[in-house]
Every structure is written in C-alpha cells, then in structure tokens.
C-alpha cells in the first residue's frame, strides 16, 4: 500500500501501524533513509543508501514479516510490536529469510520482549549495542519523524504519541515499559494502597514480572481488579490518549453483572474515566470475564513527587472500588 488515504479501516492495530509506517516512508524517501541510518547507527554497523520499501514481504502468510527495507547492500527485515507478544518460533522463522540476500531482522516494539537466546545470538539480528537491550523499540526511531518538518510526518508524530510511542522518562527515572530500574521504583507506588486495603480486609498482589497489582474481591462480587500501566488501547474510546493506568474489573461468569456505561467519574484527584467491555474471557483462568475498565492519564498519575505519585495510584484506585460498592450495592 502506497497511498496512506486507502488503507483499509478493518485492519488491526498493529498492521493498521504498519501501513501507515511504508505510506510515509515511501511517500518521503528520506525519512526512511533516516530510519535506515538510526537503526545502523544503534546496532553499530554501517549504513547503505535505501532503495525500496516492501510491505508485507515473501509469499507464505506465516513467513511474512511486517516491512522489508531494501538498501544498496542489504536488506532489514522489520518486525512491529504494538502490545502484542511474539508468536511461536517467529523471529527463528524470520531470521531464515535473510540468508536469501545478505539481510539481517530486526524487532520495533512498544515494550520489552524476550528474544529467543538462537535468535539472540545470530550474527543476522540486529540489536541496539547499548544498555544491554533485546531489540529496538519505537523510541529510537521516534526522534527521525519528530525532527521533520513535512505534514505527514508531523501528523504521523501525533499518531506516535497516541500509542504511546513517544521516549518517557518519568522523574528521575527512564520508561518503567523497558527500564528495570524505573520498573522497580513503579512498583513501589503501590506500598501505600496495598496497606490501605489491607486495613479494609483486601488482598492485593504485585508481580515481579509485570507493573500491575491484583486487587481481589474490592466487593464481594468483583473477584479481581487488575490495576496498571498500559501504552495505549486500541478500543479506547474516552478522551484520553497514549500512556494510561487502567483498572479492569473482572467478574465471574458470562451474565452481565456491571451496566455498560461510559464516562466521566466525578472526584477530586486525576481525571477517571470508565468504559464498558464485552464480557472478554480471561486467558488465564476459566469463568472470569472483563466487564469494565477504569481509566486515568498517566502522566497525571504520576508525578515528580513519589509521595504525590503514590497518592494518586492510591486516588483512582479507591475511587474505583467506591464507584463500584455504588452501582452494585448503593453504598460507598
């Protein structure tokens, strides 16, 4: 696809992202001459003049990677992430495309991902050769479009920002998504609302693995609230956009229990907003169904101050439980 005016509307998220990502860049040769240069400059090899985007390369549905930049002297194979994991055995698979013209495969992605040690390893794989990283990340390349001063490119900049694509450093700290340090210090935001709800009768949990806190049963009905940061949602609907906190509230069985209501939870504190969800099922555990999510702007969570981070985690948590106990039970 060529023209950024004939995408198709019912394609997902991600390779909506990437048809918009090769109408750009072949509608401005430069800036994937830019995105070629970063890309090299970071993995710590020479350059080669580009001279063709594919979309889409190879035959095979399964083979077929996002984006092939083809330069003078070799080719990269692009994969894109969004909020998605990778799919089994599909970097090895990708990697076997570039031994057909001397190539190499890289990953973009949203957050970290765990590469497979084979792939890892591959003299084939291109990485970035600083701090210790697994693949590049959208971040490396958002500093190309954002010094343009075309049309497309700034517009493609806000489309970045709402995805959460946009480099983050919170405070002191890097992005919480890729930095572990910075994952650490989020993480321990919560203290404050995991005693508070303990002194209410409720468990809560944090997971190394993860930036998010299980609350469960706030009420006797909702047996878990998962709260936490995300890059984006691609179903958002409210008038927020990029880096949010969101609190899904899971219930069980497929009858609805919670109204499907969207808007605009009055209180003091960072703007919270709510959105309904279609009963999805969990992946990982049977019975339980997302009715709602609960919203906030994580920049207005967070703040340079942890102790008024803290309470403001605190805040939305809180005002999610209350506004809960009173469409369910008509109590606060």
Known sequence: MSNVFLVNP???????????????????????????????????IGTSRLIEIIEH?????????????????FDIYCEHKLDASLG??????????????????????????SIPESVYQSKFYLKPQIGHREHFLW???YSVFRRSRGTLARQFVEYMDHLG????????????????????????LYEPTISQLR?????????????????RFPVPDVPLIYAGPVKWDSSLTIPLSGR??????????????LSEKEEFIIGEGPRL????LDDSPALWKDNLFAERNYYASIEEVLNASLDQAKANISNVIHRTIQDLSIELYGKR
């Not at 002194?199 to 609350?215: D, E, F, M, P």
């Not at 907003?273 to 309904?276: E, K, P």
């Open 10 to 44: 019912r394609l997902g998220p991600e390779d909506r992202f990437t048809a918009h990502w090769c109408c750009l860049l072949k509608a401005e040769p430069s800036l994937g001459q830019a995105v070629v240069d970063r890309l090299t400059q970071l993995a710590g």
């Open 57 to 73: 390369p190879g035959g095979v549905p399964t083979e077929r990677p996002d984006c092939l930049l083809r330069t003078e002297a």
């Open 88 to 113: 089994r055995n599909q970097l090895e698979r990708y990697l076997a495309l570039t031994q057909s013209r001397k190539g190499f495969l890289v990953l973009l992605g949203n957050q970290r991902l």
């Open 139 to 141: 971040s490396d390349v």
């Open 165 to 188: 694509m946009n480099p983050w450093n919170w405070g002191k700290f890097r992005d919480p998504f890729v930095d572990e340090t910075a994952a650490d210090a989020f993480r321990s």
């Open 199 to 215: 002194q209410s009768g409720i468990t809560s949990v944090r997971r190394k693995n993860s930036l998010g806190l299980q609350i």
């Open 244 to 257: 949010l906190f969101v609190m899904t509230v899971w219930v069980k069985g497929n009858v609805r229990l």
């Open 273 to 276: 907003f709510t959105t309904w």
